[in-house]
């Protein structure tokens, strides 16, 4: 049993750093050094579909989760929500297309150290890596926690309002989207669903929920 929404992977295994590895391993036609070490599942010698496997975890997340807190002392009050998930897996369909022909924008994390000639010990496959399918090389952990909202404020005290003629006046700090913890994906929003880099001018990436802070006065005749 899986979930709905689990992928076919092949199952990644690092990166062919030299010809010598590449002419050691089983691999699909069409590899070159720089490309995703891709493994031989079934053990039959070659690198073919027999050699994909269902994962257990999909984009939709098995858990989510909040807290919501309330502090009050003396004159100021404090609220503070959490927000987050776990055991969800997202798949970045475009990050191996940089430098691919369709000229499509790539995240900085998977341009600056990818392997060429003279970076062959790189984190990240040659641009425009070729692979026989999705390898869980791009497959990311979606766990998250966030801290989606604080809201900070101090009351006037009772004896000034009363000489201002005043029910209540507060003043306040709050923000929104104020601090994301990601597990792996560190470089976009971990919340999205679907792609996570951009396709192309008609299929952006997803624009990361924005940071808002705002300070304000509550006022009560």
Known sequence: MHPIDAGLYYKADGIYRTQAEL??????????????????LNKDGM??????????????????????????????????????????????NTAAVLGGTDFANAYVY??????TASNPNGKMP????????????????ASYVRLKTVDFGYNLPAGMLSRIKLSN??????????????????????E??????????????????QRVINLGVNVKF
Do not use: C
């Open 23 to 40: 002419d050691a391993a089983p691999h699909a036609s069409g590899s070159q050094v720089g490309d995703i070490r891709v493994l031989d």
């Open 47 to 92: 690198i073919d579909s027999k050699d994909q496997f269902r994962f257990d975890l999909s984009p939709t997340p098995q858990i989510t989760f909040g807290l919501n807190a309330d502090f009050q002392y003396r004159n100021f009050d404090l609220n503070i929500f959490f927000q987050g998930q776990a055991r969800a897996y997202k798949y970045d």
């Open 110 to 115: 998977r341009a600056k150290d990818r392997w």
């Open 126 to 141: 040659r641009s425009d890596t070729w692979m026989p399918g999705n390898t869980t090389f791009f497959l990311y952990n």
């Open 169 to 190: 006046v507060r003043f306040y700090v709050s923000a929104y989207n104020l601090l994301t913890w990601a597990k792996e994906i560190k470089w976009t929003d971990p």
């Open 192 to 209: 999205v669903n679907g792609n996570i880099s951009a396709i192309d001018s008609r299929n952006p990436a997803p624009y990361p929920p």
